[in-house]
Each structure stands twice: as C-alpha cells, then as structure tokens.
C-alpha cells in the first residue's frame, strides 16, 4: 500500500480518526424508515440487485467455486442479479475505502475479520443482529462479527493461526505426542535439533511482516496486551514471552528472516517441524511439495500452555461478510444469510475451497468430520482463538508493525525486551491518542 493512500491517510480523509479509537470504533450504520426485520433493519426496498464484493474471485483456489454458489443462488431466487466486483487481497481495504470515501459502496462484501472495525467506523455497515439471530452459528464465530457488541458481519469461515507440526519428523525425533506445555515445546524443540540435516525445529515468524505473531505467546505468558483501552504490551507477561522467544532465537530452535511464505517452504521441503498458519495453508504447503504423503503427516496443535487447566491462545483467522445499509441492502442481507448458514452453500465452499463452515451443524456434518485436519484444527485451534487486540482501532496495522518491528530488535540483539517492548508501548499509543 503506498503512502499516498495508507490506510491511515484514507481513515483521516473519510473522517475516521484516532478519537474512535480508544473505546472501540463506534458504528452509525441507523436504519431506514419501514425496517424489516428479517433484513437487519434495512428497508425491504425489492431491489435484487446488489454487487458483491471479494478478493475470493480474484484467486485461482476460490474463483470457480464463488462463481458456482452465486449461479446456485440467482438460480434459486428468481429476479436476483448478482455483480461481483473484486480486487487482489493486498490492495482490497484500500479499494474499499475509496469507494467509501466516493459513497460507491453497496451490497455485500467479503472481508478479514481484521478489517471489521476499520470499515464498520465508516458508518456505512449494517445492523445485521436480527439477521443472526436464531441461526445455528458458533459463539466464536460470530463473535468475530462483532464491533462495539453490535452485529455488522456474518462469519462465513473461522479459525485461527495455530501450531502445525510434521509428525513424521517429530517422531524420528522421539516426540509422540504433542507438547501441551511450554516446558515440553521446548523439549520437542529440542529434540528436533538433535536430528540435524538442517531441519528448523520451529519455523516460527521471524520477519516484521508476520511477527504478529508473538501476540498469542503473550497471551500465553499471561499478558492482555491491550487492557481497559490501554496498550500494556510492556508487562510482565509480555516481556516474559519475548525473553523466551529470543531464548528459542539465540539456541537456534527457531531461525532468522522467515516469514509465512519461508515457513511453508520449509514445511513443503520436509524441513520444519513446526510452523503456524491458518487452515488454509495446508493446500499451498501440500501442492508445493513433492511428498505426496505429506497432507497425512501434517497435524494441528493446540498451542502449549504455562500451567494445567490454562486455555490454549491463538489470533483468530477468519471470513466475514458484511452489508452496506444502502439499496439493495436488505437483498445483500438475505444473501449472506444464505451464504453463510444454509448447508448446501457452505459444504460446497467447503468440499471446494477447503474453508470450514461457521455453523454447528455445518462443523459437525460427516464431510467435515472425515476430514482428519480440518476436524482437528476446528477442535485444537479455532475454538480457542481469539481476535486480536489492536483490531478495534482503525490504526491497527500500524500498531502491528510498531510492535513487531521492537520485537525484531530484541530479537537481533539491539535492545533488551523489556527495553524494546516499552518503546512498541510508547510508540502505538501515541497512535491512537
């Protein structure tokens, strides 16, 4: 994303400023006269026409399978036309946000749960509470279409970034089951190096581009990160799990300049233990190698914990859909609804794109269950996943980068991480004040 138009710059231009901030974005998304219920509150206008908008059309996994559900869905709903506008990931909030700022934004869209509260303090998202309502969703799923507690995205796929590990090279290295606690991911660690072939025990991010990832080990080591609308990521159990993370850096248990595309290299090539990814990673790491055996070695780990009876933390990952209250909207509402909820929409997504459902009954559906890896991610990662912190301010990509960049230079050596970690604190205030 250029500077010319960061987000940041875009959220100052269209009136979203750091004041929304500190108590989580605020949504202005009021209804219509002569709501409808079962549309959100948005007005039953009869217009079945409406865009959505995806970054999934743009790619080579889920074209061909978004297109099949849309042509089953105007099929099925006589007079429904359906656009789909799409843009590539990396340049996809951006796009959105220009169209924000040009009113061009309608219908329902495709989104990072990370984006959420970014486009929902534009005010320009719908109320969809009552379309949710009574639906067979998970309580972690629809969480992740919260902002401020009201409802302004339905979950269309959920799950988390969690630890995958090759059980094949695990256990030549002696390591049968999983580590469930930090003292025995070390152990497991360890073990691994002692195998040598220059095999990474685990290619954890190292990279400023996915050291976000360090999140969850603060949570880990008992820190909130962000408590009471305050930054903390200066505390004790940040600055623990930071120690510890330069303690795996300097031992060589984990390695220098690997990001996600690295670690899936490294796992592809037989070379990794363990990485984290989300669910979808699987099938890049898979197709990339030349074992084809190497789907059934592959195993979701829920991540270790300090003390018996701890949750396992992961940063949630995830899809949602959310609608612009504008026309059309009740339509695009329905839509979702469908889309997200309605077990010949979200099995098919599933059987074809390899992105799990949302619902209960869609996760606990045979295809699903058969499905060793996915069962297992949905079990050991996405119920214990939660969505990251900074997510709520419209700054958050830069609160990311601040942090991540500290954490890098503890990493390296150039500060101490109590040092580093403070500075990250000082710094991604100053953003949201």
Known sequence: MSDQFSRRNLLKLLGVGAGLAVAGPTLAACAPSGPTESSGGLTDDDVKQFPFTTWAANEAVTKEPLAALISRYTGANG????QTPSYPYNDYLNQLLLQVQGGQLKGAMQ???AW????AATGKLADLGSVAAGQDYTDAALALGKVDGKQVGLPWTQAGIGLIGNQEILTRAGVSAPPTSVEEFEAALRAVKGLGGGIVPYAAMTKVDQLKDIIAWMWTFGSPVVENGRIVVDDEGS????????????EKLIAADVNRVDA????????????????????????????????DKL???ARPVRAAGDKPRHLAWGHVIAVVNAEGGAAAAQFAKTLTTDPAYS???FAKAGLPPTTKAGLAASDVQQNAFAAAFTRE????????????YPQFSQMEKVLAEKVQAALIGRSSPKEALTEAREQMSSLIK
């Open 79 to 82: 007079g429904t036309s359906i």
């Open 111 to 113: 989104l990072d749960v």
């Open 116 to 119: 959420l509260a970014t486009l």
């Open 239 to 250: 600055v623990a799990a930071l120690t510890w993370y330069k303690k795996l850096y300097d």
């Open 264 to 295: 899936r290299a490294l796992m592809s090539q037989g070379k990794a233990a363990f990485y984290e990814d989300a669910i979808s990673g699987r099938a890049a790491v898979t197709k990339s190698s030349t074992d084809s055996a190497l789907g």
């Open 299 to 301: 195993r979701p780990v």
């Open 347 to 349: 099995m098919e997504w």
């Open 381 to 392: 990662i996405a119920a214990n996943s939660t969505a990251g912190p900074f997510w709520i």
